[in-house]
């Protein structure tokens, strides 16, 4: 696990402070300097970048890809915890993936225009939905995050999310989030503005991010909120054209036990059979 930057200058409502709104990097040869330093005594192969926004400094992004393409080492890097995914494009993606990049992840959260002004997200959802798409044709497992349950959030707007995801074929794992609404950050204040029950805060809180048990706002009772999970299951998740190209693309660089693994974990169950236990619920 690496941290190559802390920090994320983006005002999103929802987001800890923790590292603060400042970004602080480390050079590129700084960063090359541990991976080979780690390939070369420890034979570590698998890099997992845990930065905010790993590419928010392009050139530094690039120069990174480079010092390892250059290096001859054969590494893979995971970006699980995401890039800000409209100011990457085609060329760093590709240098990316020539650097050894088999995951990316995309979070869009929501694909209300309305909504994304509201949490200071501003993400331009045309250029998003180019890079993701491009990503794909990598043959490279992309991942997808989005949330419902935002203050103000309509049924239809989350409704939109869910339609928005049914573009991409080959995304490897679509992942719906609940939102939670965490003291200390702008959006528990709208929360609390907006009639959101203290009570399904404070449960909410003991539950996985996927959990939708306790989830409800003033305008998404607890059955529209379940009804909308279950239509992203159904018709994203399960998707059997999607879930046959994300287990295509996951033996590229997966072990069969590690796919497994996966599955396990969204699930939430032990999966022993691909066939059986994972493709004998998709449509």
């Known amino acids: 696990v690496m941290f190559s930057s ?52 392009y050139k530094r992004a690039t120069e990174i890809c480079d010092l390892i393409i250059n290096s001859g080492m054969k590494i893979k890097i995971y970006l699980a ?30 694909a209300s225009q309305r909504l994304q002004e509201l949490l200071k997200k501003y993400i331009n959802l045309e250029k998003i939905s180019r890079n993701i798409h491009y990503a794909c044709q990598k043959n490279i497992m ?46 528990y204040d709208l929360a609390i503005e907006h009639g959101i029950k203290m009570d399904n805060m404070l449960d909410a809180y003991a539950e996985v991010y996927h959990d939708v048990r306790h989830s409800e706002t003033p305008l998404i009772n607890k059955k529209e909120f379940r009804n909308i999970y279950f239509k992203f299951l159904n018709e994203i998740f399960l998707s059997k054209e999607r879930m046959l190209n994300a287990i295509e693309i996951q033996k590229r660089f997966l072990s069969e036990e590690e796919i497994l693994n996966t599955y396990s974990i969204f ?8 066939e059986k236990d994972v493709l004998f619920y998709t449509k």
């Open 267 to 274: 699930f939430r169950k032990r999966i022993t059979n691909l």
């Open 81 to 110: 915890n995401g890039i800000r995914g409209d100011i990457v494009d085609e060329a760093l993606i590709d240098k990316m993936v020539e650097a050894g990049v088999i995951w990316i992840t995309f979070s869009i959260e929501t």
């Open 142 to 187: 992309v991942n997808i995050c989005v949330m419902v349950g935002f203050p103000t959030e309509t049924v239809d707007e989350a409704l939109s999310t869910v339609e928005f995801l049914k573009q991409f074929k080959s995304i490897t794992l679509p992942m719906f989030f609940s939102v939670k609404y965490y003291p200390n950050t702008e959006i």
């Open 6 to 57: 802390r920090g994320c200058p983006y005002k999103c409502i929802y987001c800890h402070n923790i590292f603060g709104k400042k970004c602080r990097t480390r050079s590129a040869l700084n960063v090359f300097q541990e991976i080979e330093h780690l390939y070369k005594n420890y034979d570590i192969r698998d890099f997992y970048f845990v930065d905010d926004n790993f590419n928010l400094d």
